[in-house]
């Protein structure tokens, strides 16, 4: 089977390798689509370079990441959701995703072949870890996937697991990857993550069974508690930038295009992309003083309020009671939750993404101008995949008692101002532009306030949740997993049209029906909760 068509979880056959480029696949959220771009040229096992296949399979976990994070990101009210929620989570929503894995689990399984006759354990063990990662991220969007039968050659109709049964198994994996990538005077391998730092991708390995112990929290796992407690008291883990796990883009413009796709989507012929009116009101509105990231993240266009007139309706929702939040003022212009009214021109005047993470521009507030192609750091952002910031906003609510957190050792208000500090530098250094310290004061001042009056640890919880979802801005597959763990932040606002059920799941893709037939195979509904999510039936909306 070639690849520029689906791959399924049937081994398919002669091992097919590509290096990938960096594109992904955006969701109906959007007002423009973009293509996965992928390289056709095939390479067979026996000319196949062992650093190519491992390019291939860093490449392809970097897009599934980013492409599971466009399907959620409308959703979680990063950026706008345009129509339902059923229109934004269709069966054909997780192909991407789903192939990818299966290539990622080929291509490790073929570095393990090399890995006999050759010095290659620290490739496996960078293959291994990926594939792990990529599985969590099946698991945790559509609650199964094929795992012990697939790609296997003698099964033709490979049968899909449980969620619980493979995140047991994947502890397995990421230790037997730890193993390998331990092992001394091997071949050294191209790494566009770590540059070679084996002893960054042992915590990025310690860091992703910890994530997994905070998402399994609501289900018991007896040793959970001394896991993370574990993990805590070797400091082997990701708990400072220099460590963060993160996709580096360029910005190259051709042949490859190497730029960020949010830069693409935005920076060449207009804004495409509307941004959340929900996400933008909070920054700006909800403590006394906005956001200091709200214009790292957001440009805007223009600065005046924007003005409908009898030629130039820019703002169809101006005058209707149902929209909220039509406009939030200040020049930030997008739209609200699920808001499908026709597009006007305005792609020259709604607010877009700034320089962080998209590598566009930083919003200074003074001449700000709709001639954006270009502009910036010309789409030279980054993908934050797991940060210390992320990290640290994990183990607070790790810290807090079970069953709203796992008990560990620890003090939750340090974690919690640790993430908030991680995520300010993190933005501004990336932007090359402090923030004020005055503001950055008054922001953790009035955090730590809330804090410390909170009279429950579920009120305690709902403060972390709300600052790991303003700081996962560019990675929102970390508040929809806490969203459907935790609940909060419970405050996004409501929906213009009436609603589907909130997806607590994405569905099997359409590839797989379409191809393995297995007589057990259905398809879910989008109300079947992952088995870690033990929260009742529609406490999220």
């Known amino acids: 089977m070639k690849y520029n068509k689906i791959i399924n979880t049937k081994y398919f056959g002669t091992l097919v390798l590509f290096l990938s480029i960096c594109a992904t696949i955006f969701t109906s959220c959007e007002t423009t689509d973009l293509d996965i771009n992928i390289d056709p040229n095939q390479l067979s096992p026996e000319s196949a370079d062992k650093n190519f296949v491992l390019n291939d399979i860093q490449l392809g976990f970097a897009n599934q990441s980013f492409n599971l994070s466009a399907n959620s990101r409308g959703i979680m009210r990063h950026i706008n959701m345009r129509d339902t929620y059923a229109a934004n989570s269709v069966p054909a929503a997780m192909n991407f995703a789903w192939s990818s894995t299966y290539q990622i689990t080929a291509n490790r399984q073929f570095l393990e072949r090399l890995n006999e006759t050759s010095s290659i354990a620290n490739h496996v063990g960078v293959a291994q870890l990926l594939e792990a990662y990529a599985f969590v991220n099946l698991v945790d969007f559509i609650g199964t996937a094929a795992y012990s039968e697939a790609n296997n050659p003698e099964i033709n109709a490979p049968k899909l697991d449980s969620g619980e049964e493979i995140y047991n198994d994947l502890y397995n994996k990421i230790d037997s990857a730890i193993s390998n990538l331990s092992v001394t005077g091997q071949d050294p391998f191209e790494d566009i993550f770590y540059n070679g730092d084996l002893n960054k991708w042992i915590k990025l390995a310690n860091t992703l069974k910890l994530r997994m112990y905070v998402q399994t929290k609501l289900v018991g796992n007896s040793s959970a508690t001394a896991s993370v407690n574990s993990i805590l008291a070797s400091g082997n883990y990701i708990k400072s930038s220099e460590d963060d796990f993160i996709f580096q883009y360029g910005s190259q413009n051709a042949r490859p295009d190497a730029r960020h796709p949010d830069y693409i989507a935005n920076y060449v012929t207009g804004a495409n992309t509307y ?260 929260n009742p039936a529609g406490f999220i909306e």
Not at 481 to 502: A, E, K
């Open 275 to 534: 941004m959340s009116n929900e996400f933008m009101n909070i920054m700006l509105n909800e403590k006394s003083i906005a956001d200091p990231r709200l214009r790292y993240y957001i440009y805007r266009q223009q600065l005046e309020d924007p003005v409908n007139t009898d030629d130039n309706v820019i703002l169809p929702c101006e005058g209707n009671p149902v929209y909220t939040l039509c406009y939030i003022g200040e020049g930030y212009w997008g739209r609200m939750h699920a808001d499908d009214e026709g597009i006007p021109n305005d792609n020259q005047g709604r607010s877009t993404f700034g320089v962080y993470p998209a590598g566009g521009a930083f919003d200074e507030g003074i001449n700000n101008t709709s001639t954006l192609v270009n502009a910036g750091i010309g789409g030279a952002g980054i993908y934050p995949i797991l940060t210390s910031s992320f990290v640290n906003f994990l183990i607070a609510e790790a810290t807090l008692p079970s069953p709203v957190g796992l008990g560990a050792t620890g003090n939750t208000l340090s974690y919690l101002e640790a993430g908030m500090s991680d995520s300010f530098t993190k933005v501004a250094n990336f932007a090359g532009k402090p923030m004020d310290a005055a503001d950055l004061t008054t922001y953790y001042d009035e955090v730590t306030a809330l804090f410390n009056a909170a009279t429950s640890d579920e009120a305690r919880l709902s403060i972390i949740m709300k600052e790991l979802y303003l700081a996962s801005f560019g990675n929102s597959i970390e508040s929809y997993n806490g969203y459907r763990r935790t609940g909060y932040p419970n405050d996004l606002g409501g929906s213009v049209i009436n609603q589907t059920d909130f997806p607590r799941n994405f569905l099997i893709p359409e590839s797989e029906l379409n191809s393995n037939d297995n007589p057990d195979l259905e398809q879910i509904t989008r109300v079947v909760q992952i088995f870690w999510d033990t």
